[in-house]
């Protein structure tokens, strides 16, 4: 089992996530002009080991009643992957915060890869926070650590706030008064 030597924090530039990893592993900006980032143990000799974060804006906004639609379409999208097994399920929303989680392996390269997903949906971003190993061997070695990077990730307090129904503004017809959210940080 590794062990942690250091420990370090990511803080997303604009605010929308944070979360704490190995601070001896490799830190790099995602390709193909993603939003995100991924961390590794050695993403050159080893870029099929990593821990990301890819974020995405929605042209609409996610609420609770949205789960068993987005839950549909994520597993329609896995079902791509070749020889795909999901190991373990669960969906759950924390106020119009959802959340979809997957382990499961499948076939790339040759290799059994096996990756943890989050799916998170928070208004209008979607969040994909994804722990892979190269191989089921190098996801066993490093969960442990990993496990720790995804209980240290959170999501900023504004988030919170916009996504509780008692909070957030109404929709058009709604009776009760609408109360703004706190403004998200400045990206400047």
Not at 115 to 143: C, P, S, T
Request: glycine share 4%; net charge negative.
């Amino acid at each position: 089992m590794p062990w942690f030597r250091a420990i370090t924090t990511y803080q997303d530039p604009i605010g929308r996530f944070t979360f704490r990893h190995n601070g001896e592993w490799d830190r790099d900006d995602l390709d193909d002009d993603r939003d995100g980032v991924i961390v590794g143990p050695d993403l050159e000799a080893d870029p099929a080991t990593y821990f990301a974060v890819w974020v995405s804006k929605l042209d609409e906004s996610v609420e609770q009643a949205d789960l068993p639609v987005l839950s549909e379409g994520f597993d329609d999208g896995l079902k791509q992957l070749p020889d795909l097994v999901i190991d373990k399920s669960e969906d759950k929303n924390y106020n119009d915060i959802v959340k979809i989680e997957r382990y499961y392996r499948f076939s790339e390269d040759g290799e059994t890869r096996q990756r943890r997903v989050w799916a998170m949906y928070a208004i209008h971003w979607q969040l994909l926070v994804v722990f892979q190993g190269k191989n089921v061997e190098e996801f066993d070695y490093w969960e442990a650590m990993v496990n720790y990077t995804f209980a240290s990730f959170e999501l900023p307090e504004y988030l919170w706030f916009a996504t509780d129904p008692e909070l957030r503004p109404k929709k058009p017809g709604d009776d009760e008064q609408a109360v703004d959210p706190p403004p998200p940080p400045s990206s400047e």
